[in-house]
């Protein structure tokens, strides 16, 4: 009779699948697995407060336009709010399609290549939305300046 010996749970896998390193402790994949359900738990809590407080409170989807958006962000406690779930919900995301490429892409090279270009394309989106953020000027020349009268001090 032969005896195999199982690895503790918690030692980390080597690159080579399904071999064990024997070191023991936190690794990303497990460190990714917590960021999501974490992170998961945040966003609900964001984005129903996000839909409550400009649908229900006010006058549903009619009211949202561009005088909405820029009386709402010329509060800094919106705009961290919306930062928070631009930032949150693109690494949710981007860490939920990383799992995916890993899963289903065999070929080591291509698995990588989609990896980096993910990245690069995150790190891309969340620049730009936390550049429009905090750079949003609806004061700018050409706007409709009655719709802009309570936003724009002139």
Known sequence: MTSTS???????????????TGRSGPNFEMMSWLFMRLSGLVLVFLVIG??????????????????????????????VWDLLMLWLGMIHGANGVRTIISDY???PRLRQGLKYLLAAVTVVII?????????????????????????CQA
Request: glycine share 8%; aromatic share 16%; net charge positive.
């Open 50 to 79: 996000h839909l409550f407080v400009n649908l229900w409170l006010g006058e549903g989807v009619k009211a949202i336009d561009f005088g909405f958006v820029a009386g709402k962000w010329a509060n800094p406690f919106w705009q």
């Open 105 to 107: 892409v065999e070929r």
């Open 127 to 151: 620049l730009l939305g936390t550049l429009v953020i905090f750079t949003f000027d609806p004061c700018l020349p050409g706007v409709d300046s009655q719709t802009m009268a309570k936003y």
């Open 6 to 20: 199982i690895p503790q749970p918690s030692t980390r896998y080597s690159r080579s699948r399904y071999r064990r």
